[in-house]
């Protein structure tokens, strides 16, 4: 089974940026899709990125497009979110998930109907 890591989250002011980072182990790396998901305090855990196995395929929340991007390096086993023009709404713990399923199934993932999280990273946005 998969086993995740995130990094990367600290306090930033409006406009600034972070890079995100996640660590895997187990399984074969490159047959997982992806993703990152945020969670605000007293939200659901909402979708904001994912990339397919060989990085093929990308997808994005509308939130985020534009300043987001999240990348892979399947030598490394990490996968990578940058996060420019940050503002207080992006502000919110950022999970890891990976599954085996097509990359087009991330998208409508929950922390109810995936079983692959890290711990999560917080990110926090000032104005």
């Known amino acids: 089974q998969v086993q995740l890591v995130e990094s990367g989250g600290g306090l930033v002011q409006a406009g600034g940026s972070l890079r995100l980072s996640c660590a895997a182990s187990?399984?074969?790396?490159?047959?997982?899709?992806m993703g990152w998901f945020r969670q605000a305090p007293g939200k659901e855990r909402e979708f904001v990125a994912a990339?397919?196995?060989?990085?093929?395929?990308?997808y994005y929340a509308d939130s985020v497009k534009g300043r987001f991007t999240i990348s892979r390096d399947n030598a490394k086993n990490g996968v990578y979110l940058q996060m420019n023009s940050l503002n207080p709404e992006d502000t919110a713990v950022y999970y890891c998930?990976?599954?085996?399923?097509?990359?087009?199934?991330?998208?409508?993932?929950?922390?109810?109907?995936?079983?692959?999280w890290g711990q999560g990273t917080q990110v926090t946005v000032s104005s």
């Open positions: 998930t990976a599954t085996a399923a097509p990359v087009q199934t991330v998208r409508s993932l929950t922390a109810r109907t995936s079983n692959a």
């Open positions: 990339i397919s196995g060989i990085s093929t395929i990308r």
């Open positions: 187990g399984g074969t790396f490159s047959r997982y899709a």
